[in-house]
């Protein structure tokens, strides 16, 4: 068994309580959504086990504070954050042990997953994991939440790969739970853990994964873009084409966007398929073949799937830069439709036109953007009650995301958000599927949007292992009324 110790830096903070102006402090509460910046708690601690993690629970409940946890820093909404309580953060928890026998690999809750990729990589390039195709996003929220992944379409989501946790709950105990539970009670919160979002249940420091091999040391990466609406006639029969089958090795997601050179203009509105394909370059071709004759521009290229999750790392802003806001629909086979496509078309040329220069970060401007995150093949495999995750039939993670960077822009922003929301949300499942973790503070009946008909499991268990609500925050699982 492999053991392997990572930081951030190579000066990471020192385990303990910090309190507001402190460098410690500053840095945990600035995260990478400015929207959320009044969110200032009495103080941040910062352990260094399981233990600390337990004592914390324990004095935050004995002196009725509000307790959340942070160890990406990547919650849409801020829910890491709280006003006048405690925030946990977990980023010096980063333990990492890889078991090449039983084909596990065990992180600790305070990793992000680029650290994760690097020493599953440094074990054997033919290694992955299901995780996020964000190199800096947290193990912990990506993974409560469901986990989607590019690989997903082969190996499921992230919960589809999780064998083990490490929770502290609301008492302060420590439980181990695994996938082989008997009792009844164990079994229903490691359940619940799967897919049931961040912070709800209690403070997960540990996670044990099935490792992957892939086929191949390389995959194929890259961006097919068209220009619209120069190109919209080809790029929509393109989206089209993404209704006929489409191989399990094969991801494709979508991304429509303003390309703004070097100026900071409206610019020239551009949509992408982002392509992953697990496998050779000529099998990619051939997948792809149809789509190909849509006239794109071609970026494909044979790489190691780590160095596309690098590639990806340098559109993530500054922490405490911009403001943020997303929006969200989970859409089933057949959805994308030539009114689908007309529509986010249309909503992206009424979106806010302005968005930070990446030439010149002194010019500071707005930005929205459209995504479909590719699911299905074996994600549908699972029935919707076998986890939280209830969107079993879901084929596309949509998210609709504006960022600003004044305060005076919030309304314009917000109301881009909302129409997005009237207009595509008629298209997801059951006319209201959402993902928890593109995970919306203004979505109305969020209960049903994000867990289906799991919601009432998911309180029972809420109240059988907090059923003082120690663990909550403005979209928390609610316990029943005892």
């Known amino acids: 068994m492999m053991q392997k110790s990572m930081s951030d830096d190579d000066h990471p903070p020192k385990p303990g309580i910090y309190k507001p102006h402190s460098e410690e402090y500053e840095k945990t509460v600035n995260i990478d959504n400015k929207y959320y910046e009044w969110k200032r708690p009495e103080s941040v601690v910062m352990p260094k086990s399981q233990e600390e993690v337990q004592a914390a629970v324990k004095y935050a409940r004995k002196h009725n504070k509000v307790l959340t ?29 890889i078991d090449e026998e039983a084909m596990t690999v065990t992180v600790q809750a305070g990793l992000l997953w680029k650290e994760v990729y690097e020493a599953l990589n440094d074990k054997n390039d033919k290694y992955m994991i299901i995780g996020g195709q964000c190199p800096t996003v947290g193990v912990s929220g ?59 249940f209690g403070i997960v420091t540990e996670f044990t994964f099935k490792i992957q091999q892939m086929p191949y040391s390389t995959v194929v990466c890259g961006e097919l873009e068209w220009k619209v609406p120069q190109q919209n006639q080809e790029f929509t029969k393109a989206m089209g084409l993404l209704n006929n089958e489409v191989p399990k090795e094969l991801c494709i997601d979508a991304f429509w966007h303003y390309d703004h050179g070097k100026g900071t203009g409206q610019g020239q509105l551009a949509a992408w398929m982002t392509v992953i394909y697990n496998g050779l370059m000529e099998d990619c071709n051939e997948a792809l073949k149809e789509i190909l004759k849509q006239n794109p521009a071609n970026g494909l290229k044979t790489m190691h799937w780590t160095e596309w999750e690098h590639q990806e790392e340098h559109f993530d802003p500054k922490p405490g830069q911009i403001f943020k806001h997303h929006v969200s629909f989970i859409m089933g086979e057949g959805a994308i439709k030539t009114e689908v496509s007309d529509k986010i078309s249309k909503l992206m040329a009424e979106a806010p036109a302005l968005v930070p220069s990446r030439h010149d970060p002194s010019v500071m401007v707005k930005n929205a953007h459209i995504l479909w995150d590719h699911i299905g093949k074996q994600t549908a495999t699972v029935s919707p009650e076998d986890t939280p995750f209830y969107w079993r039939e879901g084929e596309y993670v949509m998210t609709a995301a504006i960022n600003w960077s004044k305060v005076e822009q919030t309304k314009e922003a917000l109301r881009w958000a909302n129409k997005c929301k009237e207009e595509l949300t008629p298209f997801a499942l059951e006319g209201k599927a959402a993902y928890v973790n593109y995970i919306d503070e203004y979505l109305e009946n969020w209960q049903e949007a994000y867990y289906g008909e799991n919601y009432g499991r998911l309180r029972e268990i809420k109240t059988r292992w907090d059923p003082e609500n120690v663990f909550n925050f403005k979209q928390s699982i609610e316990p029943l009324l005892q």
């Open 69 to 97: 946890v942070k160890c990406g820093g990547h919650s849409y909404a801020g829910y890491c954050l709280n006003k006048g309580g405690i925030v946990l953060d977990l980023q010096l928890m980063k333990r990492i042990d």
């Open 142 to 200: 990506f993974t409560l939440g469901g986990g989607l992944s590019p690989f997903s379409r082969q190996y499921g989501l992230a919960v589809d790969n999780l064998l083990k946790v490490s929770m502290v709950d609301a008492s302060g105990t420590l439980l181990h739970l695994t996938n082989e539970e008997t009792d009844p009670d164990r079994q229903g919160l490691f359940w619940a853990l799967r897919g049931g979002g961040g912070g709800n």
